[in-house]
Structures are given as structure tokens and as C-alpha cells.
């Protein structure tokens, strides 16, 4: 059995606005193995990002742990102080972020950039430092070396920039790469190709990967295991193909009929009614059941617990719950 380089355990945040508290991640748990690549999907506003942040700190400062551990090489990250968690962010947890214009300094060239990564953590010469990092743009796939390193971030293409970000991540060689939406910013084209290398790295050096994203067809090419979440719940989880092979959840099987392909060419895609609701609104003990085409009387009444399908594949719904058990709503079961 591989080793868990992240353990999520009952975790939940509180975001405060205009003097009110609300709950926007809601008792969720999960865990990343050694070498693989996790992901997460759903619409925005589902708490993807917001679980994402956590692990490395960086929530904004009215958004709170509200329970919870996260367990990182059997220590709890939410316990550390701030000195512990700058220790590890950069060196052991990275991130690349959604659109890198905006992580990347538009003042500081782009070898100073991925060099500053080691100059924290490491107490290597200059020297060595940008040989490491010219090597490293090299290895993922950027061969105009020192032009890169001595240009600045609006000199570059997106996909370009892109790349400098998982440069900036891998330099330390981290234990848990954590990418939220990398590619959404970029054209189909150069996408693929980020997405390649994000395997490449996977397959060759072993890094263990949170994968964030809104599309369920990244998903399904990149990730060998994968949640889906909905108003801050976890609503199903299991291996990729599982999951997408034999959807359990209302919610899951509404995000496959609204992706397009050959066969749905010159037919009205299928899209789920309604919106996710904000932070702010009252949600019903499953989130969902407002926009579920299956809804029952429970689903308001009683929120549903995991509920195991064989394997790691499980899910939270009372129309699976009702479909195992034989319809009786006073099943008992165990949470896997």
C-alpha cells in the first residue's frame, strides 16, 4: 500500500462576510497517495480552491479553519506556525496558480524569480543556482534558456509563463505539487502540452499531485483518482475511470451529459438547471437537491453520509443509498 503524503480529516472552513459566518467547505476528508495525481472537479464556487489554499496557508483573512486536521509527513500543517508552514511551502508543497501574469513579479526577471525558490531554502552559490534553474527549464521542454531567464513576465507567451511557474514549483524537487486550474487561461494547443509535462513530471520524478479543475475531460487525462464537489461537499470519489465509467452521484452524472462530444455533434448540449449557490445562501442538507432531477423528500431533511461502492469508489446520495439498501431510507452504514 503506497504512503499518503496528504490526509485530510473532517475538514471545515468559516468565511465571514458583512459580520456573518458561513460555512464554505463542510466536513470533507481525502487523502493524496505517494506518486499519484489526485483531482478535484465541479463548478466554480464549490470550495475547490479554497481546499487547495488551505493546505499551503494562504487563505484569505476573513476565511478560517473552522475543524479539522491536515496531516503532511505525519505532522498537522493546520497546527504549525507560521515560521513551520514558510519552511515547508516552496520546498516540500508548492502550487502553480491559475493565471501566472498575475503570481509571477512583473518586476523581477525570470531567472531571479525560480533562483529566489532556492536561495530560501538552500544555501547553494549563485552560480549553482542558475545552472539548476537552466537545467530545469531545459528538462521541461524550454530550450531558449538564457533568454528566458533574463526576460521578464509580459515578455512571455502564457503558455510560456506557464512552464516558469512549474519551474518555480519543481526546483525543490517538493513532495505534493498542488495545481489549481493551471491550464484554464490557455488555448486547447498549449494546454495539451502543459498537461504532458505535468504527467512527465509525475511519471518520472515521482511527485504526488492535487489536481484542481472545473473540467471533467482534464480530469479524466491526467488524474488516477479524483473527487467531485458541490457546495463545499465531497459528493463522490473513487478511482478516475470508475467514477466516470459508473457515476453514482446526480451531480457527477449531470457534469458527464454536459460535456460535448462526436456523438452529441449538431444536438443541444445537456446542462444542468439552475446555479451553484454562493457562500452567503442557506443551503439544504445535501446542496444539490435544488438542482436534482431525482431530488426525494429526504434530501431536504437529512444530509447522506458516504456511502461505499466497492473499492475506493464511494459517494453521498440517497438515491444510491436507496438503490443498495432497497429503498429503506433507515439504512445503516459505514462510512469508508
Request: glycine fraction near 8%.
Amino acid at each position: 500500500m503506497k504512503d499518503k503524503v496528504l490526509q485530510v480529516e473532517d475538514f471545515s472552513l468559516d468565511a465571514e462576510i458583512n459580520g456573518e459566518h458561513y460555512t464554505a467547505v463542510d466536513s470533507i476528508h481525502f487523502h493524496v497517495n505517494e506518486g499519484e495525481i489526485l483531482g478535484i472537479v465541479g463548478e466554480s464556487g464549490c470550495g475547490k480552491s479554497l481546499t487547495a489554499l488551505s493546505v499551503q496557508g494562504l487563505l484569505a483573512p476573513n476565511v478560517r479553519v473552522k475543524s479539522g486536521r491536515m496531516l503532511f509527513g505525519g505532522s498537522d500543517l493546520l497546527a504549525m506556525s507560521a515560521a513551520q508552514r514558510r519552511a515547508i511551502n516552496g520546498r516540500d508543497i508548492t502550487m502553480i496558480f491559475q493565471e501566472p501574469m498575475t503570481s509571477l513579479n512583473p518586476l523581477m526577471k525570470i531567472g531571479r524569480q525560480i533562483g529566489e525558490v532556492l536561495e530560501l531554502h538552500t544555501k547553494q552559490s549563485k552560480q549553482e543556482i542558475r545552472r539548476q534553474s537552466a537545467a530545469l527549464l531545459e528538462e521541461i521542454g524550454i530550450f531558449d534558456v538564457e533568454r528566458i531567464l533574463n526576460s521578464y513576465p509580459h515578455q512571455l507567451s502564457g503558455g510560456m509563463r506557464q512552464r516558469v511557474m512549474i519551474a518555480m514549483a519543481l526546483i525543490c524537487n517538493p513532495r505534493l505539487l498542488i495545481a489549481d486550474e493551471p491550464t484554464t487561461a490557455l488555448d486547447v494547443t498549449t494546454q495539451a502540452h502543459v498537461l504532458a509535462l505535468l504527467k512527465k513530471i509525475n511519471r518520472e520524478h515521482g511527485t504526488s499531485m492535487l489536481f484542481i479543475s472545473h473540467d471533467i475531460g482534464v480530469i479524466s487525462s491526467l488524474c488516477d483518482r479524483m473527487l467531485v464537489m458541490y457546495g463545499g461537499k465531497i459528493m463522490e470519489k473513487g478511482e478516475t475511470q470508475e467514477v466516470l465509467g459508473h457515476p453514482a452521484n446526480e451531480y457527477t452524472k449531470g457534469l458527464l451529459a454536459s460535456v460535448p462530444s462526436r456523438e452529441k455533434k449538431g444536438a443541444p448540449l445537456d446542462c444542468i438547471p439552475g446555479r451553484v449557490p454562493s457562500v452567503t445562501e442557506a443551503k439544504l442538507p445535501c446542496p444539490f437537491a435544488p438542482r436534482c432531477p431525482a431530488a426525494q423528500d429526504i434530501c431536504s431533511r437529512k444530509a447522506p453520509e458516504e456511502w461505499p461502492l466497492g473499492g475506493a469508489h464511494a459517494v453521498s446520495c440517497w438515491n444510491a443509498v436507496c438503490t443498495e439498501s432497497g429503498g429503506r431510507e433507515d439504512t445503516i452504514w459505514k462510512k469508508s
